[in-house]
Nanobody, 114 residues
């Protein structure tokens, strides 16, 4: 499985970004795609995840501020990041879990200036 994430960048506090992640390879029909993030000096944390059936869940750190969505035809997930805060500055990683195996993308950097 290969994962390519796009959409990171520099944005001012209060702004918005949309991240996307496209999966390719042997994905399978039942999987979970997730966004994690890791800020400098912090552990990696779950942001949001969505199953192939469309169920979603969110990490406590964002409390649902960043809706996750998917396009199954394109094997792509999206993270709509709104009302960004400097504390949201991190590398955001896309993952796909299928058949008990998690694959990681390369990460995309989001920097929120105050």
């Amino acid at each position: 499985v290969q994962l390519q994430a796009f959409g990171g960048g520099l944005v001012q506090a209060g702004g918005f970004l949309r991240l996307s992640c496209t999966a390719s390879g042997s994905i399978g029909s039942s999987y979970i795609m997730s966004w994690y993030r890791q800020a400098p000096g912090n552990e990696r944390e779950l942001v949001a995840e969505i199953t192939s059936g469309g169920s979603t869940s969110y990490g406590d750190g964002v409390m649902g501020r960043f809706p996750i969505s998917r396009d199954n035809v394109k094997n792509t997930i999206y993270l709509q990041m709104v009302s960004l805060e400097p504390e949201d500055t991190a590398v955001y990683y896309c993952t796909l879990t299928s058949r008990g195996t998690r694959s990681w993308g390369q990460g995309t950097l989001v920097t929120v200036s105050s």
